[in-house]
Nanobody, 114 residues
Framework: VQLQACGGGLVQPGGSLRLSCAAS????????MGWYRQAPGKQRELTAT???????YYADSVKGRFTIYRDNAKNTVYLQMDSLKPEDAAVYYC?????????WGQGTLVTVSS
């Protein structure tokens, strides 16, 4: 599976961004789709996931501000990020799982600054 993420950029605190990640290749067996993020000097952390039944998971730090959703017809996962804070600044990576096998996108940079 190949993943192409886009949508990062510079936004002011309180602003919004929408990330998208399109999967191609062997997409029929994808179950879970999700996003991780990695801030400078920090470990990569799980941000949000969505499974094939559209059950979602969010890290406590983004609950109520981020929304993950997927379009199975387009094999695309989205991360709507609202009320962004400076601490949300990071490289965001999309990932998909086919059983226990994960595939990763190249990362998209989100900068939150005034």
């Amino acid at each position: 599976v190949q993943l192409q993420a886009c949508g990062g950029g510079l936004v002011q605190p309180g602003g919004s961004l929408r990330l998208s990640c399109a999967a191609s290749g062997s997409t029929s067996s994808i179950t879970v789709m999700g996003w991780y993020r990695q801030a400078p000097g920090k470990q990569r952390e799980l941000t949000a996931t969505i499974n094939s039944r559209s059950t979602t998971y969010y890290a406590d730090s983004v609950k109520g501000r981020f929304t993950i959703y997927r379009d199975n017809a387009k094999n695309t996962v989205y991360l709507q990020m609202d009320s962004l804070k400076p601490e949300d600044a990071a490289v965001y990576y999309c990932t998909v799982y086919r059983g226990s096998i994960s595939s990763w996108g190249q990362g998209t940079l989100v900068t939150v600054s005034s």
